[in-house]
């Protein structure tokens, strides 16, 4: 997932940085929900979520964890798609997240998991849509509907293979706001 349009005009805005809580599994690109501690994969439907997750960090630096030495963590990193923090990174390595927060207003371009269509809505503006809980980089093309709030908006389609645009609706810093 990425922003595609920011609400306040911007042209991107600054990454924070999050402990991955002990044995949390964030992806690449994949929405993220704050939690005791640190951030987690949003990767529940009822999950609120805070932002996009564009990568890794060892802990207090800004070296990607691609380029980190093998001891500056312990969890499992698979290079460009996600990382697995080990059961004491929050008082171990602490590796972080580098977070892109998603504020209401914010046009996100995501992919869903199935040909859009598939299912009734998942290809019409209006509908809402879920994150996939299995990989909170896409949304679950079959769980959409007309009317019960779900986590996203359809807004919009680019026009490119399974891609659509969505507003967040369910934000864990303003609650549930109407995209």
């Known amino acids: 997932m990425k922003i595609v349009k920011y609400a306040d005009g911007a042209s991107s805005r600054p990454l924070e940085k999050w402990l991955i809580i002990n044995?949390?599994?964030?992806?690449?690109?994949?929405?993220?929900?704050?939690?005791?501690?640190?951030?987690?994969?949003?990767?529940?439907?009822?999950?609120?979520?805070?932002?996009?997750?564009?990568?890794?960090?060892?802990?207090?630096?800004?070296?990607?964890?691609?380029?980190?030495?093998p001891g500056d963590y312990d969890g499992t990193l698979v290079d460009g798609v996600s990382y697995t923090a080990a059961a004491d990174n929050v008082t171990d390595k602490k590796v972080q997240a580098l977070v892109e927060p998603i504020l209401p207003g914010d046009v996100i371009r995501a992919e869903a998991d199935a040909a859009l269509g598939t299912t009734t809505g998942s290809d019409k503006v209006g509908y809402y849509i879920d994150v996939l809980t299995t990989d909170e980089r896409k949304l679950d093309e079959s769980n959409t509907h007309a009317t019960n709030q779900l986590q996203f908006l359809i807004v919009g389609q680019p026009g490119k293979g399974n891609f659509v645009d969505v507003k967040l609706v369910e934000n864990q810093t303003n609650g549930a706001v109407q995209a």
Do not use: M, Q, R
């Open 23 to 69: 044995s949390a599994t964030v992806f690449n690109g994949g929405v993220v929900k704050v939690v005791a501690g640190g951030v987690d994969g949003a990767d529940a439907t009822s999950d609120p979520i805070y932002g996009i997750c564009k990568g890794f960090v060892a802990d207090g630096g800004s070296t990607p964890l691609e380029n980190a030495l």
